[in-house]
């Protein structure tokens, strides 16, 4: 079984820089397609970004383009995501995700298997 522990997240103002990581471990070559979603409060949650396990990548046709940045790194099973000029809007419960075939460069929730513990990321303004 693959399990995903996330770094924190964490409180930062408006226009700074986080990033996230996403350890996993375990049987990690049967969900080799990772991705970032993340969730505000009330709101369903949201596709961010995708990556394939040799880093072919599909981000969201969303605010979030060109701000944020998906990555891995395979020998440490790690995955990133890079978020520069954070938003108030960007205030969420940010989660990574792990799945298998059905989920390569997919963007929905459903096509991934194994879920982080999500963290939380508060932008002030």
């Known amino acids: 079984q693959v399990q995903l522990v996330e770094s924190v997240g964490g409180l930062v103002q408006a226009g700074g820089s986080l990033r996230l990581s996403c350890a996993a471990s375990?049987?990690?070559?049967?969900?080799?397609?990772m991705g970032w979603f993340r969730q505000a409060s009330g709101k369903e949650r949201e596709f961010i970004a995708t990556?394939?396990?040799?880093?072919?990548?599909?981000y969201a046709d969303s605010a979030v383009k060109g701000r944020f940045t998906i990555s891995r790194d395979n020998a440490k099973s790690t995955l990133y995501l890079q978020m520069n000029s954070l938003k108030p809007e960007d205030t969420a419960v940010y989660y990574c995700?792990?799945?298998?075939?059905?989920?390569?460069?997919?963007?929905?929730?459903?096509?991934?298997?194994?879920w982080g513990q999500g963290t939380q990321v508060t932008v002030s303004s």
């Open positions: 990556i394939t396990g040799v880093g072919s990548t599909k």
């Open positions: 375990g049987r990690t070559s049967s969900t080799p397609n």
């Open positions: 995700a792990a799945g298998g075939a059905s989920a390569y460069l997919r963007s929905t929730p459903r096509t991934y298997d194994i």
